[in-house]
């Protein structure tokens, strides 16, 4: 996303952990892998259009937007037009807004089971999907 603003790092750091939030948690909430927070927070990369909607939304940021001039219609051409169109057709909203919703339907212990999955290794993730699976399938008969 161009250019990495030296204090956002740090104030996302600070502010996520005065809200009580893990890298893992954060990181749950936002859809992303606690290493790409963790890349933010030493201000190796920035975050994306869409994730700072997300962060302002979460109150981890103040007033960013504004201050470095990114807004909706940034995030939205990062999508190709017809992609974009698609998705306010089906959904009545632009994508950044989209993926800001999601991130106010996450509930806390949503959050803590994306956390401990993404700590699992490939094959205890399969079994913990074959498992999920199997109790969300339809009833079968065990008679």
Same mark, same amino acid.
């Given at each position: ?16 952990? %005065? ?5 893992? &948690? ?6 992303? #892998? ?18 700072? *909607?997300? *962060? ?7 007033? /960013? ?7 909706? #219609?940034?995030?939205?051409?990062? *999508?190709?037009?017809?992609? @974009?169109?698609? +998705? ?7 994508? @950044? ?17 994306? %956390?401990?999955?993404? =700590?699992?290794?490939?094959? =205890? &993730? /399969? @079994? +913990? ?11 079968? @008969?065990?008679?």
């Amino acid at each position: 996303m161009g250019k990495v603003d030296p204090s956002f790092g740090p104030d996302l750091r600070r502010k996520r952990r %005065a809200s009580g939030r893990t890298l893992d &948690r954060l990181a749950a909430e936002l859809g992303v #892998a606690d290493k790409t927070v963790g890349k933010w927070e030493r201000g190796e990369v920035m975050p994306s259009p869409t994730n700072i *909607l997300a *962060l302002e939304k979460l109150g981890l940021i103040d007033g /960013w937007q504004t201050r470095n001039g990114v807004g909706k #219609a940034e995030a939205e051409h990062a *999508l190709p037009q017809e992609l @974009s169109d698609r +998705v306010r057709k089906s959904f009545g909203c632009p994508i @950044s807004e989209l993926l800001v919703r999601i991130v106010d339907i996450r509930d806390e212990s949503e959050c803590m089971v994306i %956390a401990y999955f993404r =700590q699992l290794s490939d094959r =205890q &993730r /399969w @079994s +913990v999907l074959d498992i999920v699976s199997s109790m969300t399938s339809p009833a079968r @008969s065990d008679k």
